[in-house]
């Protein structure tokens, strides 16, 4: 089959183009407007072109290689929940969106791939994103999917719904069809993070396992201008309680052998969750380096797509692009 390319943008940690590669897609150009999250992309993969730059300042003529690439994907940063509506970062996150859509003009790629909050597929708040995105691509002459995943369904450990839009050029050799799950049993936070819970001795790690025996609610990377590293909002910290896990912060190292697991006396009785665990919930390979401070290196977690969607989404957007020359999936 030919090279499948692709140009990423609000790349983040590289969830979503870790995802894409695994799917037979080849980047051209990566661009976050982040330093420590292009460090991150160039720790692990030196032969990406990544680029720091805000997509709002992007001139893809100044970089031709962006140009005749079969998918534009942008991760972009989750925007719009009630406790943000208003806010002047949640302005900026929206004019990301429209951005991207603009963005279609200039490279005209063979496919676009846009994830954010659950809501961009169907909540009212978003219908004048999906209004001008209809309008636009249409004209250039894409069919359109919206569409919601949750990455638990793609063997992640975590309830992470996603919305998607899918926009494929109407010539394209098969019509575009969302991702169906890969996994019937959901992992739990046990079962995963069990083995790195005990990895410094701690007697009690298989008990609190086995007590944590669902999925983690969707991990939040939070904004850059509020805050410290947590695990999420209110909701989230209660459902995190119910697993001994004290979500109000992040830890710094896993239990050792002499930490009292007791959750009925509270915070100071429970597990904290690291950033490298984080990281294995939205199902980052161990090899991935998460580079910046403490907080950065959380919000980069935070805000990824799990690779294991990117991947599925690859997938399909390539099976559109290619029909039967599709890459066949990982065994």
Known sequence: ??????????????????????????????????????????????????????LLD???SEHPESYDVD??????????SSAT????????????????????????????????????AQADEYQPFRDLAHAELTHLGY??????????DFDVPQNRKQGVLVAVERHSPQVFRP????VCEPRTVGEVLGASMASRGWSDASRWAAQADQPAPTLVGGSRNRGGADLGPTGAKRKWATM???AHTVGDEVPGPDFAWDPELGRRGMVKITIEQAALLQSFPTSWEITGRKTARYRQVGHATPPPVGEALGRAVAEA???ARAVPAAG
């Not at 069919?143 to 638990?152: L, P, Q």
């Open 321 to 323: 692009l290619e029909g």
């Open 58 to 60: 992007f001139d893809p």
């Open 71 to 80: 998918l534009l994907s942008a991760g972009l940063p989750r925007v719009k």
């Open 244 to 246: 001994g896990v004290d």
């Open 1 to 54: 089959m030919s090279e499948l390319t692709f140009v990423d943008v609000c790349s983040g940690a590289g969830g979503l183009a870790l995802g894409l590669e695994r799917a037979g897609f080849e980047p051209r150009l990566l661009l976050d407007e982040d330093g420590d999250a292009c460090s991150t992309l160039r720790a692990n993969r030196p032969q990406w072109n990544v680029l720091q730059t805000d």
């Open 85 to 120: 509506v208003g806010r002047t970062d949640s302005r900026v996150e929206e004019r990301l969106l429209e951005a991207t859509v603009y963005l279609v003009h200039a490279i005209r790629p063979r496919a676009v791939l846009i994830e954010n909050v659950p809501g961009l």
């Open 179 to 182: 991702p169906v799950p890969t």
């Open 143 to 152: 069919e359109f999917s919206w569409f919601v995943v949750n990455a638990v």
